[in-house]
């Protein structure tokens, strides 16, 4: 809301609603009267709508004040002299700003426990780090979330710093059992949440737009494996035709084998089977 204070060299009685006329970016709006009669100051407001913009700040035209069907007169009955109140150039400290910010790109990284870079694969204890920028300075208050994909499960991270600033940054702490390939941890558009209480706003107090830029698969090299040693190991391994000393000692010299085995149980989540020859 503007408001505006119209001094005159008396006391004034006003009737009807007159009005100042503001520039606010290229367009003239019209503070109307809203008290002040029987005094020397009239006070007018006009409240800003949703879409202006006015980075120079607010300016006043020579001559604003209009009657607009109303009448300002001293109490003899003469009319106040309206031309004579002087301009209000643009004036930054009152600049106009109702655009919503929005966040324009996410950085997906990996950072150790004590959130110095790490690159590779990421442990138990270790962090993801997401950064969300924006054109705006943005301020935050509570503790927003991000979800973030980690193997196909959701994860969440949580705002830990950047209020004040046009970036800010989320965190998650890799737990055990979390397992990602290279490339495998994604951020959807709809991602961030502000619980109640919370918000995320420019300094100007126009809430940010909840849609992040999304990260897809294989934008990041981050990589995850907090799943520890293998709960499966091998119980036995045989050569189709072992010519050793025993059936059992792998010496053979047969070139052409099948190789066979058994698990000690079935393989969990996130294990595989691999097999190399030296």
């Known amino acids: 809301e ?24 290229a367009a003239t709006v019209q503070a109307n009267y809203v008290s002040g009669s029987g005094s020397s100051s009239l006070l007018f407001k006009y409240t800003i709508v ?4 006015d980075a120079n700040g607010i300016a006043i035209p020579a001559s604003a004040l209009t009657l607009n069907s109303g009448t300002i007169k001293d109490s003899a009955g003469n009319n106040a002299t309206l031309t ?30 004590l959130n110095a870079a790490k690159s590779g694969t990421l442990q138990v204890g270790d962090k993801i780090k997401v950064t969300l920028s924006s054109v705006d300075a943005l301020s935050v208050s509570g503790v927003p979330t991000l979800a973030i994909d980690v193997g196909g499960v959701t994860k969440q991270a949580a705002y830990s710093s950047g209020s004040g600033t046009t ?24 991602a961030i949440t502000i619980p109640a209480g919370a918000f995320i706003t420019d300094l100007a107090g126009n809430a940010v737009a909840t849609t992040v830029a999304a990260v897809v698969a294989g934008v990041n090299t981050i990589a995850v494996d907090a799943v520890g040693a293998p709960s499966t190991s091998i119980a036995a391994l045989t050569l189709s035709a072992d010519t050793g000393t025993s059936s059992t000692d ?18 969990v989540s996130g294990e595989t089977v691999k097999i190399s020859f030296d």
Do not use: W
């Not at 503007?2 to 970016?25: D, W």
């Not at 792998?250 to 393989?267: M, R, Y």
């Open 84 to 113: 004579g109140l002087l301009a209000v150039s643009d004036n930054s400290a009152y600049g106009v700003d109702t655009t919503a910010p929005s966040f324009t790109t996410t950085v997906v990284a990996g950072v150790d426990s």
């Open 50 to 53: 949703a879409g202006s913009t």
């Open 167 to 190: 970036s800010l940054v989320f965190y998650y702490t890799v737990s055990q059992g979390d397992l990602d390939s290279a490339g495998g941890i994604t951020v959807a558009t709809n």
């Open 2 to 25: 503007v408001t505006v204070t119209v001094a005159f060299s008396e006391n004034v009685i006003v009737t009807g609603v007159p009005q100042v006329a503001l520039t606010i970016g």
């Open 250 to 267: 792998f010496v053979t010299k047969t070139a052409a084998q099948a190789i066979s085995g058994t698990l000690s149980a079935g393989l």
